[in-house]
């Protein structure tokens, strides 16, 4: 079958072999993932529509406002990967703690856990810009059978075994990688089928664009100001464009099909930077490697980095290959 017509459903059963635990279980995470990510899809194009715009009137442990496609986003993906007998806990930004799921089949050891950030750039909802999920699958650490702990969470982004965002743009895509290549799939919303679109999706060795936040720059190191001095000094094939759309899987996106760089380093008001270690960054890293691209913190690989609490954050450089290591080359010089 010609990729060009080739289902999500039709990829995963090729590729299942490439999946190196027992077959039917990458199918059945990503078909869990597959079946929110339509759910919220509807949601989220409707929200202009119903009184579903605007803050849930809570936050989260984050301290951000959670806005209500937050919440719904967030229950539609527990809720599907929970039916499913194979994940035995889930981390959700929108979730103080993980959640464990006991496995209500003695057959069924649940061996899976998933890590989420069900809506990710949601303050762009009200304003009718691109958001996206993203979503980071490891295997568990402790015994089958028994319930999960924080130590099945905390593991470095290179255990992961699979991860990928939806994003929820002008067309609402899944693109994934399981450690063989990345492959984006679009909705077909007429008949809620995603079909292959970009297969082997890699980042361009180097681009012109650049995305961060320069409303921040007094705030950022010395190494991230020449940085950026640097992106707009006219020489060579510079100056580069900056593009920031505030949502990181729309930014990220965009980079890995045109080439470019996202950053989100530290400041004097943020320590640590504003990313999330375990459920965005390393998901987001685990697909720029897979795309021949580079994450890192400004000094070492993402992918490295020992967890030590669910919510941590980290800096976060990430893109095309030559422009982040130019930016960490920036970092040590300064
Ligand atoms: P700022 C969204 O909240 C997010 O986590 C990323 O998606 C986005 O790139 C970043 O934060 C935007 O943060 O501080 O620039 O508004």
Redesign the pocket.
Known sequence: MSSKNKTLGEFIIENQTEFRYSTGELSKLINAIRLAAKVVNHEVNKAGLVDILGSAGDTNIQGENQQKLDVLANEKFIQTLKNREIVCGIASEEEDDFISINSQDENHQNKYVVLIDPL????NIDVNVSVGTIFSIYRRVTPVGTPVTLEDFLQPGKNQVAAGYIIYGTSTMLVYTTGHGVNGFTLNPAIGTFYLSHPNMQFPETGKIYSV?EGNYIHFPQGVKDYIKYCQKEEGDRPYTSRYI????S?FHRNMIKGGIYM?PKSSKAHKG??RLLY?CNPMAFLAEEANGKASDGFQRIMEIQPTELHERVPFFCGSKKMVETAEEFMANS
């Open positions: 990710d750039g949601s303050s936040n505030g949502s990181l899987v930014d989100y504003k990313l965005e």
